[in-house]
């Protein structure tokens, strides 16, 4: 062990880096998420993005990569499977055609509609180990930590 770089370093890590904490909390959500919604065949995070497609107006790629958190990118990789199984539509944006808006399908609504009550006992018994009925709070620091400046 060097004398620059003592063990009390790691340990402070340990015990105060809030991302060390968060991304070991998003994993273990995830996969409880993951493990609940396989029996209808999505992943939390399709999950997440097909529910975010049910709104009035579909909305633009980047819209929706802002919403979630991700790069156009990735965004873009995300939807490719979904759209493949018939779960959404991209269709050229009427205002500006070099844009997409993202439609939810019948079939994905009809995939959410099996999907949400699974997602609902999941929540509950994630709020069941978080030892509260309200996490409000939680909520709002984690939307700050995500959109915060």
Request: charged share 30%; proline share 5%.
């Amino acid at each position: 062990m060097r004398s620059d770089l003592p063990l009390t370093v790691t340990h402070e890590v340990r015990d105060r880096c809030l991302c060390l904490h968060l991304q070991r909390a998003a994993r273990a959500i995830g996969r409880r998420f993951d493990e609940a919604l396989r029996p209808v065949g999505l992943t939390h995070g399709q999950y997440s993005l097909l529910v975010s497609l049910n709104r009035p107006e579909p909305p633009r790629v980047g819209e929706l990569a802002h919403f979630l958190a991700m790069d156009r990118t990735t965004m873009t990789a995300n939807l490719k499977p979904l759209e493949r199984r018939g779960l959404l539509a991209m269709k050229p944006d009427h205002e500006d055609r070099r844009s997409r808006r993202i439609a939810l399908t019948d079939a994905g609504r009809d995939l959410l509609v099996l999907a949400v009550p699974i997602w609902r006992k999941t929540h509950d018994d994630v709020d069941k180990v978080l030892g509260r009925d309200d996490n409000t709070l939680l909520k709002a620091d984690l939307m700050a930590l995500s959109f915060g400046t």
